[in-house]
């Protein structure tokens, strides 16, 4: 029998002119942000590992291959002291912002007076440097600050120099103020963004399981904001972690100083050969928050296979 | 067993009026739909029962006892969803016991009455499998026995099988039907779909513009509609205008402008009165031309405009002077597109409604 229906054309085939076109499409569009993200961080990564290791002829020194300056770097006095502060400024403001900013997105859902101007406010920070930030807590928490001034006219205290120290000390409270400041909107607009993608159903099916409003928000609401909640937290974390301006400025001017701070001190010293020394504190900045998300997120990874979820 | 009471329910969101007065009566262990067309404020009744939504008036009674006081976790009911909403993050054995591990209930208990409600809808073997990892009828399922398992006093669906294909809806409908008389739950079952609700229900509300327009068992809603609009809503697409001529026992007659019909029923509405009447597609018989003279009575002659074949049906439009009628046949026999047919109205298929402001309403 013979078909009557017609045979449709058969589709161009590609030169392989074009074939070669269509494979390296989407390598050739990617190119100029490869080029730019390489000169900028894997160049200068590779710059400073490089003179950490010795090899820094702009300042006259080639002693490729040392570890030198790792070595004095670690059998420094105070130098697991700076270590120690630099996790204390990190975790702590992370801890506390996430806490907070879980508890304010979820009250961002509900209806309140003045919900539409304080969703404006909340996120006002993140459009405003860190810099303004510090002058901002140096005109409130300074000892002849705002605050400390108010007190003692309302005769609460007997001298601004009683108010407590909050700025330049090993304390932080300072430096910890302007991270929260800051970052709480950050985590706060990403939690609530999640939770806006949730939406009400699955807390609302729990309840009408019998699960108190804790329950739910322990068992079905965390769990299913927990990527939000860990992709803020990584960022908020590596942050602060390698944060050197508001350390430099809020924090004690006396010994130890955080690793970025440290590593800033023996940059802008007189003696240029300092700098590699500078180049071995980065590297282990770098080493440390490094080996710490990679933890973070196989442990984070291991939770969701656990859950099914990857 | 509850008996489900809603009184004088109203919802008002600012000031739009979802929900304006609605009462019924859920008998225990029944199964009554509440049926209406988007945005007809069915589903926020539902809500409203749940404990999701505090009605702006109205109360609503589980055996006579009002459960506005109570929080939705205290009320003791089970809610099914159009979207299923298992939690992603829980196999199928943690979302079924999820009810009873809130309850605190021991291990061996929770795991033991997981076992034994798999096997009543069919899914054990699927302990361990994540919601991601099942069918949309498996994750349906999973999400009725994560509902029974909490022996819930009141079982509220929301049109749970529009997200399903056809012929697992059909499926689901046996098995939702079965399971519900098995356990003898009080449900009440939201759907904008009639087909559902009368396979379903014992007994339908429906529900337009925020209110219950008529209640009662599938067949009287099916075929004694009580206004137009629920003709309309329940595929009685045919509309008849005529004028009643006289109306005797049990029986009445209209003219119209083909010809007089003969209606199976006497409406109390004055002879001489404008009235319109309404069959239902398939409630109307088609013959061939030739067959004309075995006709007896509301029978004329009609000519096929269109022909749409559906499988099992085909649906006809045909036209006898300005009377435009649809209507499904068989499709064992086909009639081609203008070929001559004699129609048949069947009186007892005739339904009439006076018009009131607008609205149809059966008299």
């Known amino acids: 029998m013979v078909s009557t229906r017609k045979r449709l054309p058969a589709p161009p085939q590609p030169g392989p002119r074009q074939h070669l076109l269509k494979r390296f499409y989407i390598p050739l569009m990617l190119a100029p942000v490869v080029v730019v993200f390489s000169s900028l961080f894997l160049g200068s990564l590779i710059v400073a590992l490089l003179q950490s290791f010795g090899y820094a002829p702009l300042y006259n020194v080639d002693e490729f291959p040392t570890v030198r300056h790792y070595s004095q770097l670690i059998s420094a006095p105070g130098f697991w002291q700076s270590v120690g502060l630099t996790f204390y400024y990190a975790i702590v403001p992370t801890i506390i912002g ?47 600050g705002l605050i400390a001034r108010t007190l003692f006219q309302l005769g609460l205290i007997e001298s601004t120099r009683d108010f407590p120290r909050i700025l330049l000390s090993h304390g932080g409270w300072g430096i910890m103020i302007v991270y929260l400041w800051k970052q709480i909107p950050f985590t ?11 939406g009400p159903e699955s807390e609302e099916a729990a309840l009408t399981l019998g699960a108190s409003r804790w329950q739910t928000l322990w068992h079905v609401t965390l769990p299913q904001i927990m990527p939000g909640i860990v992709s803020a937290t990584i960022i908020v974390f590596a942050f602060n972690f390698g944060s050197f301006e508001v350390p430099f400025i809020l924090g004690a001017k006396i010994s130890p100083f955080t690793l970025p701070v440290e590593a800033w001190r023996a940059f802008d010293d007189a003696d240029y050969t300092r700098r590699l020394r500078a180049m071995a504190i980065v590297m282990v900045i770098s080493l440390i928050s490094s080996l710490l998300l990679i933890s973070y997120l196989s442990l984070y990874r291991f939770y969701e296979r656990r859950r099914g979820r990857v | 067993m509850t008996e489900l009471e809603i009184d004088s329910l109203v919802k008002r969101f600012d ?32 809500r409203m029962i749940a404990g999701l939504e505090q009605p702006t008036a109205g109360d609503i009674r589980f055996n006579g006892e009002s459960v506005l006081p109570l929080q939705p976790e205290k009320r003791n009911i089970g809610m099914v969803f159009q ?3 298992l939690f992603p993050h829980m196999n199928v054995a943690g979302n079924v016991g999820f009810g009873l591990r809130m309850r605190r209930l021991p291990k061996a208990e929770i795991a033991e009455r997981v076992r034994e409600v798999l096997e009543i809808v069919q899914l054990d073997g699927f302990e361990r499998r994540f919601p991601s990892q099942l069918s949309g009828g498996q994750q349906q399922r999973v999400a009725i026995a994560r509902t029974v398992i909490t022996n819930p006093r009141v079982m509220l669906m929301d049109e749970p099988l529009s997200n399903l294909d056809a012929k697992l809806r059909e499926e689901m409908r046996a098995f939702i039907t079965d399971l519900q008389k098995r356990l003898q739950i009080t449900t009440l079952f939201v759907t904008h779909d009639q087909v559902e609700a009368i396979e379903l229900a014992d007994q339908i509300g429906v529900m337009f513009d925020g209110n219950l327009v008529q209640f009662g068992t599938p067949e009287e809603i099916f075929n004694r509609p009580r206004t137009s609009r629920i003709a309309d809503f329940m595929g009685a697409t045919n509309l008849i205008v005529g004028t009643l ?25 004055p002879v001489g009165s404008e009235v319109v009447a309404t069959v239902r597609p398939e409630h109307i018989d088609l013959f061939p031309a030739a067959a004309g003279g075995d006709c007896a009575e509301n029978c004329f002659s009609a000519a096929i405009e269109e022909a749409v074949y559906y499988g099992g049906t085909v649906s006809y439009q045909v036209r006898s002077g300005d009377f435009s009628l649809q209507i499904k046949d068989r499709s064992t026999r086909r009639f081609a597109r203008g070929e001559g047919v004699i129609v048949r109205l069947n009186p007892e298929n005739l339904w009439v409604f006076p018009e009131v402001g607008g609205e149809r309403e059966a008299v």
């Open chain 1, 98 to 144: 996430t806490a907070f900013s879980v508890y304010l997105a979820l009250a961002l859902r509900r209806r309140f007076y003045g919900k539409a101007l304080f969703n404006y406010i909340y996120k006002l920070p993140l459009m405003i440097p860190y810099l303004v930030g510090v002058a901002l807590i140096i005109l409130l928490f300074a000892n002849g």
């Open chain 2, 15 to 46: 000031d739009v009026i979802a929900v304006g007065g609605v009462s019924l009566t859920v008998k225990a262990g029944s199964l009554v739909a509440l049926l209406g067309p988007s945005g007809c404020g069915k589903t926020t009744t539902l």
């Open chain 2, 245 to 269: 001529e006289r109306k005797g026992d049990g029986e009445s007659v209209l003219t119209t402008s083909v010809q007089k019909l003969r209606v199976g029923h006497a409406p109390p509405h």
């Open chain 2, 83 to 85: 979207r299923y909403v």
């Open chain 1, 188 to 198: 706060t607009l990403i939690v609530f963004s999640v939770l806006i993608g949730l």
